[in-house]
């Protein structure tokens, strides 16, 4: 979620979030070189969302997508997490992916 609500900053306050940020590694996958962190925000503003394997907790892939509100503004961002026992992290983007668009179509009006 963090990373679809860093998608969602200007240009230039992300920079600026950056610039206060220490990136702290979670487990041997987590990004945290800022170039690499810039390319992955990238990446899930243009995807309009965000799929991490295994950066935040070993055996926990994340998939999230930004909530918006009526105006388009990015508000919240709703995800989904399950173990790679439970399902590959390209089945959990395939199967889970337009359940959560869908959620967050529906949700919209509401925020």
């Known amino acids: 979620t963090g990373r679809v609500l860093l998608a969602a900053l200007p240009s230039a306050e992300f920079t600026q979030w950056l610039k206060g940020c220490t990136l702290q590694r979670l487990t041997p996958h987590t990004v945290t ?5 810039r390319k992955v925000v990238a990446q ?8 991490a394997v295994e950066e935040h907790e070993l ?9 918006r509100n009526l105006q388009g503004q990015t508000v919240a961002a ?3 997490v399950a173990s ?5 992290a390209q089945t959990l ?3 889970m992916l337009p359940l959560l668009q ?3 179509r ?3 009006g509401l925020l």
């Open 33 to 37: 070189q800022v170039g690499a962190l």
């Open 44 to 51: 899930a503003r243009r995807d309009d969302f965000c799929l």
């Open 93 to 95: 983007q395939r199967d």
């Open 78 to 80: 709703l995800n989904v």
């Open 102 to 104: 869908e959620a967050a």
């Open 59 to 67: 055996g926990v892939h994340a998939l999230a997508v930004p909530l």
């Open 84 to 88: 790679p026992q439970q399902m590959q």
């Open 106 to 108: 529906e949700l919209r």
